[in-house]
């Protein structure tokens, strides 16, 4: 008779995202004998890159009517969360055939303050920016939502007070390791990824 079924592996891990204009930047981070581990890197295209203002979508509606703008915004916002939820989907896969389990996601969020309603917004070329920004984290937040993967935001530029305040002692020793990972792993590892990764190995910590 055969012998008892072995249990699947399920190692958590979770998903760092530093959002661009059209696309994300996202890392994959366990923790494994003591030391992160980099599983997944990827770079998710969340535009159709050959739609008329899918990359600054709040620029092309700088001087449309309102309505137009609004129904452009609303047709953008449909498809980026479409491919972001389809890039999430392909990630949490592949993980799980390798015996990983998602369990949270973090995207580094501005320093930005709430943006205000569309028109304001588009009298400002500062708020446009900004609202561009939003726009893309917001695909993201849409995608891990319709998965159902937990999600919260860190401001980048306290991201390594939050390590501090996450990791204690450890943070000094962990920040390095990660910022050190791309010996191993290899390019890229630029800030897109340190970011990323060391935000998710916040979002593990916390998870």
């Not at 012998?3 to 998903?15: F, K, L, N």
């Not at 981070?29 to 050959?50: D, F, K, M, T």
């Not at 340190?194 to 979002?203: E, N, P, R, S």
Request: charged share 20%; aromatic share 4%; with cysteine.
């Amino acid at each position: 008779m055969p012998g008892p079924e072995r249990p699947v592996r399920s190692v958590p891990c979770a998903i760092g995202i530093r959002a661009h204009s059209g696309w994300g930047a996202a890392v994959v981070v366990s923790l494994e004998n003591g030391a992160e581990q980099i599983l997944e890197r990827r770079r998710l295209e969340i535009i159709e890159p050959h739609a008329p203002g899918a990359a600054q979508p709040y620029h092309f509606v700088e001087r449309l009517e309102l309505a137009a703008a609004e129904k452009h915004l609303h047709s953008c916002t449909e498809t980026s969360s479409r491919l972001a939820g389809e890039g999430i989907r392909q990630i949490v896969e592949a993980l799980g055939s390798r015996g990983y389990r998602l369990r949270a996601a973090v995207i580094l969020l501005s320093s930005g303050k709430p943006l205000p309603e569309l028109p304001k917004t588009l009298a400002s070329h500062a708020l446009i920016h900004a609202a561009e920004g939003e726009f893309f984290r917001q695909a993201f937040r849409t995608a891990f939502a319709s998965l159902e993967i937990p999600t919260i935001g860190i401001r980048e530029r306290g991201l390594e007070e939050k390590a501090a305040a996450v990791f204690g002692r450890s943070a000094p020793a962990i920040m390095k390791r990660i910022a050190g990972a791309g010996r191993a792993v290899g390019p890229p590892w630029t800030t897109d990824q340190k970011t990323a990764a060391l935000a998710a190995a916040i979002a593990l910590a916390e998870a």
